[in-house]
């Protein structure tokens, strides 16, 4: 298992409508991809520096080639669709493999 990790840090001024825009269209449109499980959100609960919220977005999927595939058949269409918060918030993406589970 493999998880996609992204974590954004957005300013608190368009927090409130890029968490909705997350919850109802984002995080909907990436499970229907049905390359992931599940998805996990979370606040990360340390100060920035640079201010803003950062937030923490793990996709479960079952394969680095299934995420490979994400890439190639769907990550540029769903990364434009944050346009609309362009300059208002940065990320980062991480790939993480699940070792074990307790």
Request: avoid cysteine; charge should be negative; aromatic fraction near 12%.
């Amino acid at each position: 298992m493999y998880i996609y990790n992204v974590t954004i840090n957005i300013e608190e001024s368009k927090n409130e409508e890029w968490l909705q825009w997350m919850k109802s269209e984002h995080i909907p449109d990436m499970l229907a991809t049905g390359k992931f499980s599940k998805a996990l959100m979370t606040k990360v609960l340390v100060d920035e520096e640079m201010g803003g919220i950062t937030y923490s977005v793990q996709y479960t999927t079952d394969s680095k080639q299934t995420l490979e595939k994400y890439y190639q058949e769907n990550a540029e269409q769903l990364r434009a669709k944050s346009n609309r918060f362009a300059g208002h918030f940065v990320a980062f993406r991480t790939e993480l493999e699940i070792i074990s589970e307790h």
